[in-house]
C-alpha cells in the first residue's frame, strides 16, 4: 500500500524558513518522480518544485526560485522541501505527490502552511 505522509508544516513570520518532509512507502522510491505541489484558498493547485529520480534534476516554479529547495535522500525514502525567505502568498496547503512509474501517481495528505506575522 502506498503512502506519502507529510510533515513540517505549521505557522512562521514573514521572512522566516520552514523544511517540509514527505515520507514514502510502499513504492520503489528512487525510481520515483517526487513533487511538491500548493493549493491556497480559493486558488487552483500549482506545482512547486520536482525533483527526478537517478541524477535528480531539478525544477521549480518562478515564484519559488532562489528561496526555496527541493531534495531527496533515496536511503530514508523521504523528499524534502526546504522553504526560506517565506512570504504571505507562500500560504497553502502543500501536498507531494509520487509518479513511481508511468500511469501512476499517488498523492499525501498535505500540510499546512501559514506565513503571517
Known amino acids: 500500500q502506498v503512502q506519502l505522509v507529510e510533515s513540517g508544516g505549521g505557522l512562521v513570520q514573514p521572512g522566516g524558513s520552514l523544511r517540509l518532509s514527505c515520507a514514502a512507502s510502499?513504492?520503489?522510491?528512487?525510481?520515483?518522480?517526487m513533487s511538491w505541489y500548493r493549493q491556497a484558498p480559493e486558488k487552483e493547485r500549482e506545482l512547486v518544485a520536482g525533483?527526478?529520480?537517478?541524477?535528480?534534476?531539478?525544477s521549480y516554479a518562478d515564484s519559488v526560485k532562489g528561496r526555496f529547495t527541493i531534495s531527496r535522500y533515496n536511503a530514508k525514502n523521504t523528499v524534502y522541501l526546504q522553504m526560506n525567505s517565506l512570504k504571505p502568498e507562500d500560504t497553502a496547503v502543500y501536498s507531494c505527490?509520487?509518479?513511481?512509474?508511468?500511469?501512476?501517481?499517488?498523492w499525501g495528505q498535505g500540510t499546512q502552511v501559514t506565513v503571517s506575522s
Open positions: 505527490k509520487a509518479i513511481p512509474s508511468r500511469g501512476s501517481e499517488y
Open positions: 510502499g513504492f520503489t522510491f528512487r525510481n520515483a518522480v
Open positions: 525533483i527526478s529520480s537517478g541524477p535528480g534534476i531539478k
